[in-house]
């Protein structure tokens, strides 16, 4: 198929260009870059910001695309944008997140009221613009409006978990690695209990892939996500050892951490979310999952940030006061 890409160049789009080249569609990414990274997959390029789209409807549609696929739709603008120039005969999938269940509110809020795991039908957000005077340039991101747009041009929506791997910008596995890569030897953790669903990128983009190939999925939402959950200890477990580090993780009382590890401490909410749609109607499968972990642990220690915060006074404090005794991991 002929396939318009709109982002492919970072983290998840590249994942989905590289699954969709491989599986043999054509593919057109339509990004704001000037230029592609080198090692790319070949693909045509379209240098165009979300903005400018409405304005390049003609030279989009002569693409002749089958498939749009729109991995970074933010707002209602977004979409609106995109939608624009897209004929109505044209197959589209947007990605969206599961921040849109009303459970993210609880999670956020220090509360527990949903029940898991979370379906596609489970409750959504009752407020909407959720970093609205929270944070810069967020203040009209709502996933909801995105999918209402998308629905209404029977698009698939395919609702993502917490995605890691290789080029992973978030870095979500960061809060031990930065420990790793300094050698520390002791790093405090909190109850460790809280669990949200996660997604290996290349899972994710062979999920795009099953869902765009798939005429049951149109008009569908459908959940994306690993179909085993394992808590921040037990993740935090896996990283040193699929980095053969000699680190220990100690238990201190929650409100001892340091600000990267809150995420280590109690949450009451959890975050799990039942993805057997996308199996059952997509036959989609995830990979190994310590595979998959061992894999985005390399990447990340090859590839370490530019600047690597080296200041661990506050892991020091914190093992220093400790009242609960050492839990070790090797």
């Known amino acids: ?65 089958e498939v749009f696929v729109d991995t970074y739709a933010m707002s209602k603008l977004d979409a609106k944008n995109a939608l624009s120039a897209i004929p109505d005969q044209v197959r589209t999938l947007v990605l969206s997140s599961m921040d ?74 960061e809060f031990v690695l930065r420990r790793i890569r300094a050698s520390r030897k002791r790093m405090p953790i909190g109850a460790g209990n809280w669990i949200g669903t996660h997604g290996y990128v290349r899972d994710v983009a062979r999920g795009v892939r099953l869902a765009l190939e798939s005429e049951k999925a149109v008009g569908q939402v459908i959940n994306l996500g690993e179909p085993e959950s394992r808590s921040v200890r037990q993740i935090a477990e896996a990283v040193i050892e699929a980095s053969e580090a000699d680190l220990e993780l ?13 995420i280590t401490g109690a949450i009451p ?18 990979a190994d999952w310590y595979e998959s972990i061992k894999v985005t ?10 600047v690597t915060d080296q200041d661990f006074a506050a892991d020091d404090k914190a093992l220093e006061k400790s009242e609960l005794g050492d839990l070790s991991v090797r």
């Open 250 to 262: 100690v238990r201190v009382p929650d409100d001892r951490l340091p600000l990267d590890l809150r």
């Open 100 to 173: 849109v269940y009303r459970a993210y509110e609880a999670f956020h809020t220090g509360v527990a009221t949903e029940p898991v795991p979370l379906k596609e039908a489970s409750p959504t957000r009752e407020k909407r613009y959720p970093y609205r005077g929270k944070l810069e340039g967020m203040e009209d991101y709502e996933k909801l409006d995105v999918e209402e747009a998308y629905l209404e041009r029977d698009a698939t929506v395919l609702r993502l978990p917490f995605v890691y791997g290789e080029r992973d910008e978030q870095r979500r596995q």
């Open 269 to 286: 909410q959890q975050f799990i979310v039942d993805s057997s749609k996308a199996r059952e109607m997509l036959g989609w499968e995830c």
């Open 1 to 65: 198929m002929r396939v318009a890409l709109l982002g492919g160049t970072r983290f998840i789009g590249r994942a989905i260009l590289e699954e969709l080249t491989a599986a043999g569609h054509e593919v057109c990414v339509i990004h704001r870059g000037t230029s592609e990274p080198p090692d790319l997959p070949e693909a045509k390029h379209l240098h165009l910001d979300r903005s400018q789209i409405p304005d390049k409807a003609q030279e989009i549609r002569a693409l002749g695309i």
């Open 297 to 306: 642990v390399d990447w990340h220690l090859s590839n370490s940030p530019e």
